[in-house]
């Protein structure tokens, strides 16, 4: 199973959207805490949901659970702290919500973790597509 990863930051629409068509993506699984108040527009979730239907005829769900907690972002993002404590908590979350087990029941080939994250190396994305990868079988992360 190939599960890819992908932010829109510092993308256009036209990038983003394209970069999803190629790359064969058949549903986007927004693992954002917060996806109504982007502020690119195509982002917002119901936005994000028909743009992705309409253009690229791709699906769109939202699973929170897979998203860290606002105190956990908070304490990373407001309070500078540092990647390994915001890595190692969000793990811990991961483990507590059985986001492994959420993830057989809902993961499918095709789909595509989102954040806002440009890159995935300080991305929570990265984080889910690592620990489900890491709890259940055969499958590939491609990070876009």
């Not at 932010?7 to 959207?17: C, I, L």
Request: charged share 30%.
């Amino acid at each position: 199973m190939r599960l890819f990863t992908a932010g829109f930051t510092k993308k256009s629409a036209e990038e983003f959207f394209t970069l999803l068509q190629k790359a064969g993506v058949r549903r986007v699984v927004d693992v954002r805490l917060n996806n109504t108040s982007q502020i690119a527009g195509f982002a917002k979730s119901r936005d994000l949901q028909y743009f992705l239907r309409a253009i690229a005829r791709i699906d769109y769900v939202h699973i929170p659970d897979f998203a860290p907690t606002q105190e956990i972002l908070d304490d990373f993002m407001k309070n500078k702290g540092s990647w390994e404590d915001y890595e190692r908590r969000f793990g811990e979350l991961m483990a507590a919500r059985d986001v492994a087990g959420k993830a057989a029941e809902v993961i499918r080939d095709g789909d595509c973790l989102l954040c806002s994250e440009p890159t995935p190396e300080h991305c929570h994305r990265r984080l889910v597509a690592e620990y489900v990868q890491k709890h259940l079988a055969d499958i590939e992360v491609v990070h876009l």
